[in-house]
């Protein structure tokens, strides 16, 4: 096997200079062969609150300039184990939801051909049922843990099915998620009704409240998740609401009482050996954003999805 092209090296090029693939890695149209693809959905159509989040690709690539190539989290160098590429924008229409969803679903299975992996930077959350039903496809239903503040398994908005705060409910409809495995972590603040959680509930969902990471910790959380998910087909979905505002300012709807990013990061960091099919970032709302927080919040998260799916890459590889 030809050694897989890496990202630009810093200490030639810097790494201000030049385009801005995430983490400074070729284009996908620049190899052979593709393990694990970044793709960006530049999609805010489905916003309740703050836009902006169509800008969140651009944005987390540019703060992604300073990843370097070995992660000591996970003891891995993902580009070296695997051929990871920029796919660039999956570029839909905003103002047609419909079409929209049609496309991304569309690019999402085209880039999944042939077992490449998918990490998809949003764009708000309405992607992420997209992003399910092309999982599904692949993989049938998959198993969803589901980082974020909020449910999103609320079922219409000024009357429209497809929102970002519809997801979920609509991925329980179509059955493309496995109702056994469903978690959302880091949930908080104020909710419409009671009926909000009762309906979660009967959609199969648990929940691990922003409360309960502090409260009970990582670890604890790390192994009941694992418990709840053992080696179905995972996807996972984080909304970077899910962390604090002062983690992560630059998002549309933020919640007081959020998890560290470090809190994210490490419980991230648990899920290494798990069945790791696919992941998105999402919310990033770059106008909102102070100082590249959000960003380099979100670069670090695809950084370490990538490392995962990284090593399952290479586990794969050797048996
Ligand atoms: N998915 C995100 N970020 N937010 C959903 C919030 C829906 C609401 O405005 O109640
Ligand atoms: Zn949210
Ligand atoms: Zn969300």
Do not use: C
Not at 10 to 19: E, F
Not at 70 to 75: E, S, V
Not at 124 to 141: F, N, V
Not at 158 to 181: K, L, N, S
Request: proline share 7%; net charge negative.
């Amino acid at each position: 096997m030809t050694q897989p092209i890496g990202p630009v090296d810093s200490s030639k090029t810097p790494r201000y200079a030049g385009p801005a693939g995430f983490a400074r890695l070729p284009r996908l149209d620049q190899v052979e062969h593709a393990d694990i693809v970044v793709a960006g959905v530049p999609f805010d159509s489905g916003v309740s609150y703050r836009s902006g989040a169509r800008f969140g690709p651009t944005h987390i690539r540019e703060a992604s300039r300073l990843l370097r190539p070995y992660n000591p989290a996970l003891d891995v160098s993902p580009f070296e184990v695997a051929q990871v590429a920029d796919a660039g924008d999956i570029a839909v229409n905003p103002f047609n939801i419909g079409e929209a969803i049609d496309s991304i679903q569309a690019a999402a299975l085209e880039l999944t051909e042939g077992g490449t992996r998918l990490v998809t930077l949003g764009g708000d959350h309405t992607i992420a049922l997209p992003l399910l039903r092309a999982a599904a496809e692949r993989h049938g239903p998959v198993a969803l843990l589901h980082f974020d503040a909020h449910l999103d398994t609320w079922d219409t908005y000024f009357g429209a099915e497809y929102t970002h705060g519809t997801p979920f409910r609509r991925a329980f409809e179509e059955g493309i998620i496995d109702t056994e495995a469903l978690s959302h972590v880091g949930t908080r603040g104020p909710l419409y009704g009671k009926k909000d959680l009762e309906d979660d509930r009967r959609f199969g969902f648990g929940i691990v409240t922003s409360a309960d990471v502090y409260r009970q910790g990582v670890d604890e959380v790390v192994a009941k998740l694992r418990d709840r998910i053992g080696d179905r087909p995972l996807y996972i979905s984080i909304d970077v609401d899910v962390m604090d505002p002062a983690h992560a300012p630059g998002t549309g709807t933020p919640e007081a009482g959020g998890i560290t990013s470090r809190e994210l990061l490490e419980i991230l960091r648990g899920f290494v050996g798990l069945n790791l099919i696919g992941a998105d970032v999402v919310e990033v709302s770059p106008p909102y954003d102070h100082a590249e927080i959000t960003g380099v919040a979100a670069s670090h998260l695809g950084y370490d999805l990538v490392s995962l799916l990284a090593l399952r890459h290479e586990a794969s590889a050797h048996v």
